[in-house]
């Protein structure tokens, strides 16, 4: 029977030296080895240093040197393809979050067999890049690509006047270039991987004509690794019947970035469109009618805030509680409203938005979010918990101010003089906030409606805020009344 790692570190669990036992001394009971539960390599981080190096030693000198080659025991979860049936499977990650790696790992699972010279599940490959050249340099010769990750004894063989890798198998993968989608008129395949799809020139072309190619065997599949971008392509790929996705962030395989790197690039990007795409992997995607685009988003960021006339903390609390239950929407704002309405400004400090909480437990975190900015009131949206939302946080603080709201317009109504805001450049987000949750909702709400999952509950509490801080007190300042004496 063949033996898994993490049974071989509980064999080779050192036990005492045999003794024999004396009269007096009963013989100890053996004492059974913890579970471990921890799979893969993360079991060796989690484990004595004596217990690995006996593990190891216990491993013969062909499975030592088989080890690195493990993949699935190596990898990230997002770099190990899903389970089931499906045709396309898309990897969706950022700059050094190893879906190169992954590419090539997948590649030789299917084209190699139990032993150097057996047969595997694919035969003919398709390598498809934007040009032939970064098919050439990262796919095939790159520090993640085939010839790097093949074992010694299964590594292709590199016909470049063919521009073709040969296993010694028999298995063969073609380079071709997303540019010239005519080149993949005529061979048939089993298997494809296809890189960087997003920032293919002639997307749609070179992607019809690699589907009518992968004809091949039994179950023929194909693997796209890509940094994703609003790619027409890409978004509806996603959304095909046969296709499956994994998403991993750079921040996944920090172990193999230079830390300097990853200092750098995080107080360069963190928290703006171009980090969410490159560096969290996301699709930013600017939906048609949308009341904040990406670019309006991200030009409101700021690396500092100055002193506050005045802080807000809202709150849109869930109707239910529980996994399957909408967000208890809490956003913190601090507000400079000296001289005209005109000059006055908002700043976004804190996204404390909790998911699934009791009214006890939402309640708290509205007045831990009020103790931490310094806030003179709470505006809860009162429409479903009625005078119970007010109860409920002065139980928790007596003295504490609140102003209850109702909303009488739609969601998409309410928050367009709050992206007027934005649009005049008087609200900010500070780069150190994280706030990327709330952006995700402000980019998916059109003045018809929110287009998400879901209730955007963190934008609701951002208008209610945006509205008691700026739009209320310049109303007031524009619209004087008349009091009669």
């Known amino acids: 029977m063949k033996l898994t790692f993490e049974q071989r570190a509980r064999a080779a669990r050192p036990t005492p030296a045999a003794q024999t036992p004396s009269p007096e001394t009963p013989k100890a009971e053996p004492v059974p080895p913890a579970p471990l539960p921890i799979h893969g390599a993360g079991f060796l981080t989690t484990q004595d240093p004596d217990l690995v190096r006996w593990t190891l030693e216990s491993l013969s000198e062909g499975e030592l040197l088989g080890l690195p080659y493990l993949f699935d025991f190596w990898a990230h979860p997002h770099q190990l393809p899903p389970k089931g049936d499906w045709r396309t499977w898309v990897i969706l990650g950022g700059r050094g979050a190893g879906k190169t790696r992954a590419g090539s790992e997948w590649v030789r699972a299917q084209v190699e067999g139990p032993r150097p010279q057996d047969p595997g599940r694919a035969k003919r490959v398709a390598l498809l890049a934007e040009t032939i050249d970064q ?274 317009q739609a969601k998409g109504l309410r928050a367009e003089p709050v992206a007027a805001l934005y649009e005049q450049g008087r609200v900010h987000h500070p780069r150190a906030a994280d706030l990327s949750a709330l952006e995700d909702q402000m980019a998916r709400m059109t003045v018809s409606g929110f287009k998400g999952r879901g209730s955007p509950d963190r934008l609701d509490a951002l208008v209610w805020a945006l509205h008691e801080a700026i739009l209320a007190p310049s109303n007031q300042w524009t619209n004087p009344g008349i009091r009669a004496l």
Not at 256 to 266: N, T, V
Not at 294 to 322: E, N, Y
Not at 335 to 349: E, F, I, M, Q, S
Not at 394 to 406: A, F
Request: glycine share 8%; with cysteine.
């Open 135 to 408: 098919a050439r340099e990262v796919m095939v010769f790159g520090d993640s690509g085939l010839l790097a990750c093949s074992p010694p004894d299964r590594r292709p063989h590199w016909h470049a006047t063919r521009r073709m890798l040969e296993w010694p198998n028999g298995a063969v993968a073609q380079l071709f270039s997303a540019h010239e989608p005519e080149a993949l008129r005529g061979p048939q395949f089993d298997c494809a991987w296809a890189d960087e799809l997003a920032k293919w020139k002639k997307a749609e072309e070179a992607w019809d004509m690699l589907q009518f190619g992968l004809r091949l065997g039994d179950d023929p599949r194909c693997v796209v690794t890509t940094t994703p971008r609003s790619s027409p392509l890409l978004l509806d790929l996603l959304h095909r019947p046969g296709t499956v996705q994994t998403h991993g962030r750079t921040t996944a395989n920090r172990a193999f970035l230079a830390k300097s790197f990853m200092a750098d690039i995080q107080a360069r990007y963190g928290n703006t469109r171009l980090g969410k795409q490159e560096l969290d992997g996301l699709i930013l995607e600017d939906i048609e009618g949308a009341l904040w685009s990406w670019d309006l988003i991200d030009a409101c960021k700021t690396d500092s805030t100055p002193p506050f006339d005045r802080v807000v903390v809202a709150v849109d609390p869930a109707v239910s509680m529980g996994k399957g239950s909408d967000s208890t929407g809490i956003v913190a704002v601090g507000a400079v409203t000296r001289g005209h309405p005109k000059d006055w400004h908002a700043w976004v400090l804190e996204d404390a938005t909790v998911q699934g909480a009791s009214p006890e437990q939402w309640g708290r975190a509205v007045v831990r979010a009020v103790r931490r900015h310094g806030a003179s009131r709470v505006v809860a949206e009162v429409n479903q918990g009625g005078a119970m939302v007010e109860s409920i946080l002065r139980h928790i603080d007596p003295l504490i101010p609140v102003t209850c709201v109702h909303a009488g």
